[in-house]
Nanobody, 126 residues
C-alpha cells in the first residue's frame, strides 16, 4: 500500500503562482510513475501532469503545458507541482496519484493509477 498526502493548495489571484506538494509513504518502491489530477464539482477528474520515477520523463495536459511543472524528490519521496500564471479555469481540487502498471512510463488516464491522495483545493480569482 502507498499513502499520499497533498498540501499547498490556497486561494490566489490570477497570474500568481502556487506549489503543491505530495508526500508519499508505504510501499513506494512499487510505484513506477506519479501524476497530478484535478476535478471541479460536476465534472470528471482530469489528468494534469505525469512523471516517470525512473528518469523524470514528464507529460502535460495541453491547458497547463508551459505554465505547470511536475518534479520529484525521490530521496524525500515527495512529488511537486509548480503552477505559474494561474488562471480562474485552474480552480479545482488537485489530487496526487501513483501507478504501478508495468510498461507505462507516463499517463494522464485515471485507470492507470492505483493510489490517490485526498486532494488539496486551489482557487484562482480574477
Amino acid at each position: 500500500q502507498v499513502q499520499l498526502v497533498e498540501s499547498g493548495g490556497d486561494s490566489v489571484q490570477a497570474g500568481e503562482s502556487l506549489r503543491l506538494s505530495c508526500a508519499s509513504s508505504g510501499d513506494t518502491y512499487s510505484t513506477v510513475y506519479m501524476g497530478w489530477f484535478r476535478q471541479v464539482p460536476g465534472k470528471g477528474r482530469e489528468g494534469v501532469a505525469s512523471i516517470y520515477r525512473g528518469d523524470g520523463n514528464t507529460l502535460y495536459a495541453g491547458p497547463v503545458e508551459g505554465r505547470f511543472t511536475i518534479s520529484q524528490d525521490n530521496a524525500k519521496k515527495t512529488l511537486f507541482l509548480q503552477m505559474n500564471n494561474l488562471k480562474p479555469e485552474d480552480t479545482a481540487m488537485y489530487y496526487c496519484a501513483a501507478g504501478t502498471v508495468s510498461g507505462v512510463v507516463n499517463s494522464l488516464d485515471l485507470p492507470d493509477y492505483e493510489y490517490w491522495g485526498q486532494g488539496t483545493q486551489v482557487t484562482v480569482s480574477t
